[in-house]
């Protein structure tokens, strides 16, 4: 009887024992087959936003994993064809859409430069000149949204750079008195950061006709403030709300592009702040 509840005793911490061996034997084991697909992943991971070609399936084995890298690189191949042919026609559009609006601009500035013309006429002109200014203003920040290449910050003249943003954004409307208060530099891609902050100074004063801006350079973001014909100074920035955004989807895509953030503290009050990287910072 005693020899055997040993033999018992010995089955039972030979099962556990051999399960525990197997365990641990079993998933060192699949450690070492899943290797190959764990180095699969991370190279996939590393992939950049932008289409491009690889060659994930030269460093696979031949086998369930190279197939699985081969099928990757051909399906990365497809994405780059056709982000080739929407860049494509993209500069097609470019140059297809500027045309109409270049005869239109011509146009109107002959008509505007008639003096037998009735002011009537005149008014009417001139929010179609307008109406053609944004239209240009727009197409060129959907196409620097949609563009591909990399952007390339570079050291800009605060105060020149916004007070040019400015007569972009007001031109047509000269009872609009502006005020800016920046010094130092900008980082940030020249062309792209004009067209957004154009186009939010657009946005603030496009409904009205008279007034002042305000445009403020801190070290960390840039306030736009717009005060109506009898407002007081506005109050500082509030805390962000809900409603981040620039209220136009290209000029969201433009932001994002930037890595730039666009917060409302209200119709008249709009900040820029950057995000993550650093491209937009004053010294």
Not at 164 to 169: F, G, H
Not at 248 to 262: I, M, Q, T, Y
């Amino acid at each position: 009887e005693t020899l055997e509840r040993h033999l018992h005793a010995f089955v039972a911490a030979m099962i556990m024992i051999g399960t525990l061996v197997a365990g641990v034997m079993g998933w060192l084991l699949s450690g070492v087959a899943l290797k190959p697909l764990r180095a699969l992943a991370k190279r996939v991971d590393d992939l950049p936003i932008e289409p491009r070609r690889t060659d994930l399936a030269d460093g696979a084995s031949h086998d369930e994993v190279g197939r699985l890298a081969g099928a990757i690189d051909r399906y990365q191949s497809r994405l780059t064809d056709a982000d080739v042919r929407e860049q494509a026609f993209f500069a097609d559009a470019s140059h297809e859409l500027r045309t109409p609006l270049t005869v239109i601009q011509g146009v109107t500035d002959v008509l505007l430069d008639d003096p037998s013309g009735n002011p009537a006429d005149a008014a009417r002109l001139q929010r179609l000149e307008r109406g053609v200014r944004d239209m240009r203003h727009l197409l060129e920040a959907m196409l620097s949204a949609a563009r591909r290449t990399p952007l390339q910050a570079e050291a800009i003249d605060a105060h020149a750079f916004l007070a040019e943003a400015i007569d972009i954004a007001l031109a047509g409307k000269p009872r609009i008195a502006s005020t800016i208060d920046a010094g130092g530099e900008l980082h940030a891609p020249r062309r792209e950061a004009l067209l957004l902050v154009a186009g939010l100074t657009r946005r603030l004063a496009q409904a009205h006709a008279t007034g002042a801006l305000q445009l403020r350079l801190h070290a960390d973001r840039l306030d736009l403030h717009f005060i109506a014909p009898g407002e007081a100074t506005p109050a500082p920035p509030t805390p962000a709300r809900a409603d981040v955004g620039t209220g136009s989807a290209l000029l969201d895509r433009l932001a994002a592009r930037l890595g730039w953030r666009v917060v409302f503290a209200s119709p008249a009050q709009v900040s820029i702040r950057r995000r993550a990287r650093k491209s937009c910072r004053s010294r």
